[in-house]
């Protein structure tokens, strides 16, 4: 079945932040240096990547542009934190959406996404497995802490079945990435935020859930890749999909040509499974500094969390996200409008800043100390 065509629905999106951007006047904050050092550092990479190809005479400029503008208007949009609320519930209802449209897919039913072409790996609408598995990740953990849908989430039972949908769709999917990152970030969830009962609760539900994928066969292959490696051929038949391999090949490329990355005739030879060796490739050395420099910056915001009013168990629990996908995954956060959005709540550490700082119970002032307390003092 032919779906819909996924450079449409990601032109909408990219229309859809665009207007988020031009809509929204007044009451902007003063940006974070966080997200302004990233920013920096990922435009000035595709800035040089988009010369490098122009130079090059390479005719495919769509991912620098790509790169350049969805960096833009992520960092524009996270002058607006009264956004990140919406955006957070837009997040879920998509992701619902892709993981519905992953499930009709995997049981033969009509679906509306695209037809998926990886054999084991389930595409969600315009996303592809490796793309998607993060995404429902980080809905899935919002939905558990009750951050977007506030109404819907308050209801235990119905949150339960949002999240089986989530990581349902996710585990069909075949992204390893996304599930290896979700789970870690459940646990630091459960660890540093959920009360115990709930933490209980949700734990056994997570593990009651595994095995019972994992006793069907046919998931844990799906997951572990065992029939794609067994028709890899010539290729490595490693667990990683060959990912070692390439990486490998890329970093010798890079060495090869360290300041400016190798010749563009040759960046479609390569296969990096990291963004640290894209954008090093795709910039040389200073890609490779933008890279870590980024991944530094998500590291910091993990550890030392904003002291901003906001959900800080969500954003600690998204920047393990982003930071496993990230040492996984060809692009991680770098590339794309929601993931690079994504990047930029993180960095910013003020989800819900706008809604809930107006709900705060504002200090009790002191009365003014006398002569007679001063002496006493």
């Known amino acids: ?201 949700m734990l056994a539900m997570a593990g009651i859930y595994a095995l019972t994928a994992i006793s069907f066969s046919s998931a844990l292959d799906a997951l572990l890749r065992v029939e794609e490696r067994a028709n890899a051929g010539g290729g490595t038949p490693d667990i990683t999909s060959g990912r070692v391999e390439f990486n490998a090949v890329t970093w010798n490329a890079f060495a090869d040509n360290p300041f400016f990355g190798p010749p563009i005739s040759e960046l479609d030879l390569l296969q990096p499974h990291t963004p640290v060796l894209l954008l090093a490739v795709q910039a040389g050395i200073i890609g490779l500094a933008a890279a870590l420099l980024v991944l530094t910056l998500v590291i910091y915001r993990l550890f030392c969390p904003s002291r901003r009013v906001g959900d800080k168990t969500l954003i600690r629990s998204y920047a393990v996200v982003i930071l496993i996908v990230s040492a996984l995954e060809p692009n991680g956060f770098f590339v794309g409008i929601g993931k690079t959005v994504i990047l930029m709540i993180v960095l910013s550490g003020n989800l819900g800043l706008h809604q809930r700082a107006s709900t705060l119970p504002q200090a009790k002032s002191s009365p003014p100390m006398t002569v007679a307390h001063k002496i006493r003092r």
């Open 1 to 201: 079945m032919q779906g819909v065509n996924s450079v449409a629905l990601d032109a909408f999106r990219y229309v859809f932040a665009i207007l988020i951007v031009i809509l929204s006047h007044g009451g902007h904050r003063r940006i974070s240096p966080l997200p302004a050092l990233a920013t920096f550092s990922l435009l000035t990479v595709n800035a040089i990547f988009l010369v490098k190809g122009t130079y090059g005479l390479q005719l495919d400029l769509f991912k620098p542009i790509v790169g350049l503008v969805s960096i833009l208007l992520a960092f524009l949009i996270s002058f607006r934190p009264w956004t990140f609320q919406p955006m957070l519930a837009g997040l879920t209802v998509g992701g619902l959406a892709s993981a519905v449209d992953i499930l009709l897919q995997y049981f033969g039913m009509p679906y509306i996404g695209m037809e998926n072409t990886f054999g084991l790996r389930y595409s969600g609408l315009s996303f592809s497995s490796t793309n998607t598995a993060p995404l429902l990740g980080l809905a899935s953990l919002a939905v558990i802490q009750g951050a977007p849908l506030k109404g819907a989430c308050k209801n235990w039972l119905l949150r339960s079945v949002l999240v089986c949908i989530l990581v349902s769709g996710m585990w069909i999917s075949g992204g390893r990435g996304g599930f290896i990152a979700f789970s870690a970030a459940l646990i630091l969830m459960a660890i540093t935020r959920m009360p115990p009962i709930a933490t209980v609760v």
